[in-house]
């Protein structure tokens, strides 16, 4: 029974859905900002194209090679550092090892927290839209159905035809109404068993 309450509970919660329909509402306003990002980028891409167009590669290929050496040293000195202080007590890796696993785990939980409350965040916003969206669904009905329903008429006004005649409403009554013909009770005669 507490497989079937879980398939129950988790298939009537609608928050994944409003999940959805937070993340799709994000993505929309998104994509909204795309058409200012690219004239910014149309707007600033000559002067891009220009500078990348007077720069002298040689200029370039030094930059390069200097930040490659700085890059080398920095890892060289680096390595050095930690094979000289490298601890061969094996009791300490142990305890080195079980502390990281340890703030593994704390960091996974503190990111799942985020998750989560992430994942409620886009659900209320979801809810919140699909509520917009189902107020600005009513509002479009409505105004369809005033355009298209003309205005109703007087019933008054209604031919003769398509009222109901009182001979005709009786003839629509069920038979039900009918009493069925009433059964005679039976008696039943009892004997006593006889002696042999």
């Keep these: 029974m507490a497989i079937t ?17 937070g993340t799709a509402e994000l993505a929309y306003q998104q994509a909204k900002k795309v058409p200012g990002i690219v004239e910014q980028l149309r707007a600033e891409a000559p002067a891009r194209f220009e500078a990348v167009r007077n720069t002298d590669p040689k200029d370039v290929q030094e930059k390069a090679a ?18 000289g202080t490298l601890d061969t007590d094996l009791k300490k890796i142990g305890e080195t090892a079980q502390d990281l696993a340890l703030r593994g785990v704390g960091v996974a939980a503190e990111y799942a927290v985020k998750a989560r409350e ?14 917009a969206w189902r107020g600005e669904a009513a509002d479009e009905i409505l105004e369809v159905a005033e355009a298209v329903e003309p205005e109703a ?7 003769a035809a398509a009222k109901p005649r009182p001979a005709d409403a009786s003839a629509t009554k069920p038979a039900a ?18 002696a042999k």
Aim: overall charge positive.
């Design 5 to 21: 309450d879980d398939l129950r509970k988790t298939l009537s919660n609608p928050t994944p859905l409003y999940f959805a329909a």
């Design 66 to 83: 200097g930040r490659a050496k700085e890059a080398q040293a920095v890892i060289q000195a680096k390595v050095n550092e930690v094979l």
């Design 118 to 131: 992430t994942y409620e965040k886009v659900a209320e916003h979801g809810e919140e839209t699909v509520r």
């Design 153 to 159: 008429e007087p019933v008054a006004d209604q031919p």
């Design 177 to 194: 109404a009918k009493k069925a013909p009433a059964k005679k009770p039976t008696t039943v005669k009892k004997t006593s068993p006889s």
